[in-house]
């Protein structure tokens, strides 16, 4: 028998809030509305918490407990995982952090060319004995046209790619496409992947039609969501990646300031 380690005992008499492993990169199922399933990889945070009296964790069980489901991550096996970490390790809590590449198939807005964009779509989820929390995430790249630039400018007005950053909580199921359709339609235009001159054209001058800051973005996706009752919380963030400047310009907001 191998010596256990990690089960010595610790006499510092200071407890741990998270133990466990990060940036696990990992072959993952997802649930998508159109097609059921897609296959990506994700980036995989695990932990849980650690009492003051063990000396360590047993770092290898949380992959175990992954491959137990057969790389299939949604919602509900997203909960029997923090179940199984917390047995497994006989912890009080558990949490866990999964970011992945999403894959929509686009079509171009005058020739209907179609091409894949990618989004950063992702789960949170933390257990505990009294209470179970469960997000969604995605982060959708959109464009931004500055509204004081167009209006202070004679030829025309600066604009530059943003990300918008949608934080969720609900009561019942939400797509990730519901969420970055959401963030599309409240930035001053979505991106592509593959423009034809007549797209270019048309994604040029609906930008300058529709000048935006990112706190008019933030307002217009908190209020979109602050309609949806099955959202019980949300937070949005949006990132603008400034033209003419060397910053970037930010915003913030969310539903227990509303």
């Not at 696990?24 to 650690?50: E, G, S, W």
């Not at 949170?124 to 790249?141: G, I, M, R, S, T």
């Not at 000048?211 to 979109?224: H, I, S, T, W, Y």
């Amino acid at each position: 028998m191998l010596k256990d380690v990690q089960n010595e005992k610790d006499l510092r008499n200071i407890p741990l809030k998270h133990v466990g492993i990060k940036n696990l990169r990992y072959p993952i199922i997802v649930l998508d509305k159109k097609n059921k399933i897609q296959h990506t990889v994700a980036d995989i945070n695990m932990f849980v918490d650690l009492p003051k009296d063990f000396r360590g964790t047993h770092m290898s069980r949380f992959v175990e407990i992954l491959n137990n489901f057969h790389f299939k991550i949604e919602p509900k096996t997203i909960k029997e995982i923090l179940d199984d970490l917390k047995k497994s390790l006989n912890a009080q809590s558990a949490k866990i952090e999964i970011s992945f590449p999403y894959f929509l198939k686009k079509e171009a807005p005058v020739t209907k060319i179609e091409s894949f964009l990618e989004y950063k779509c992702g789960f949170k989820a933390y257990d505990n004995d009294k209470k179970y929390n469960f997000y969604l995430v995605v982060e959708v790249p959109v464009q931004t046209l500055c509204p004081c630039s167009k209006e202070i400018s004679k030829y025309n007005a600066h604009n530059q790619r943003a990300k918008i950053l949608i934080e969720v909580e609900t009561y019942e199921l939400i797509w990730f496409e519901e969420l970055i359709a959401i963030a599309e339609h409240s930035a001053s235009s979505p991106l592509y992947t593959l423009l034809k001159r007549p797209d270019e054209k048309h994604v040029t001058e609906n930008a300058y039609e529709n000048p935006k800051f990112v706190e008019d973005v933030a307002r217009d996706v908190a209020l979109k969501l602050k309609e949806d009752k099955r959202i019980k919380w949300f937070k949005v963030e949006v990132e603008s990646y400034e033209s003419i400047h060397t910053h970037n310009a930010y915003a913030c907001v969310d539903s227990l300031t509303l």
